[in-house]
């Protein structure tokens, strides 16, 4: 599964609409400092509902929308993720499916929208599917900058042990290991305590 396509709409410095094709592999974004690179990795974290743990970079939500000084500010913001997904990673029997996030401006409040295929979906919903398919807010999908020094200078040997386990897909039979020895604990027990009844009683 890899990001086909970004949509925005007055996301950020991305006034109107504007499409970024992606391709499977690898895809290097270039340009000049301040002409909007990073934007895309935010319209990645506001899309995908995936900001709780990595920081946008906006003090509020209604600040992606675009504004500049020449024209009247658009009320809403939309971008919108197109995903291959023709080796079924999500759980979705299409070869493509799109999630997008909609914010939208009123006088005194803002809203803000997710949809799944052009269905409006909750951010539960959102993270489940995305979950599936091993993309997670706690996850390293996303990588911001300063997290490789992060990452490679300050954690200890364990922390990043943890990491690579995580992006394996190791922590999660690490964590299931823990659960069925909690479950043959309670049951070793048991079995002990019916032991004793069986001594008592023979
Ligand atoms: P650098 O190489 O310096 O990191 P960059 O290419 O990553 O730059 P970004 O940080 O993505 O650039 O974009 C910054 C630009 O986005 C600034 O010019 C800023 O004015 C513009 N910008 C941010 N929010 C908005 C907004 N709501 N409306 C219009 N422009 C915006």
Do not use: C, W
């Amino acid at each position: 599964m890899f990001i086909k396509e970004i949509e925005f709409v007055n996301f950020k410095s991305f006034g109107k609409k504007v499409k970024i094709p992606f391709y499977e592999g690898f895809t290097a974004i270039s340009g000049p400092n301040g002409s909007g690179k990073s934007n895309i990795i935010d319209g990645i974290l506001f899309a995908l509902g995936l900001s709780g743990s990595k920081t946008m970079r906006a003090d509020k939500l209604t600040d992606l929308i675009f504004n500049d000084a020449k024209s009247k500010q658009p009320d809403f913001a939309q971008v919108t993720i197109t995903f291959d997904n023709t080796d079924r990673k999500a759980p979705v029997e299409a070869d493509e499916f799109e999630i997008s996030r909609k914010i939208k401006q009123t006088k005194d409040n803002y809203y803000s929208y997710y949809y799944f295929n052009g269905k409006a979906v909750s951010l539960t919903e959102v993270h489940e599917l995305l979950g599936k398919a091993g993309v997670t807010p706690e996850g390293y999908n996303v990588v911001m900058q300063g997290d490789i020094s992060q990452i490679t200078a300050k954690m200890s040997p364990i922390e990043r042990r943890k990491i690579i386990d995580e992006i394996a897909g190791v922590s999660e039979f690490d964590e299931k290991k823990q659960k069925s020895l909690a479950e043959l604990d309670i049951v070793k027990e048991q079995i002990e305590k019916i032991d004793i009844i069986i001594e008592e009683v023979t």
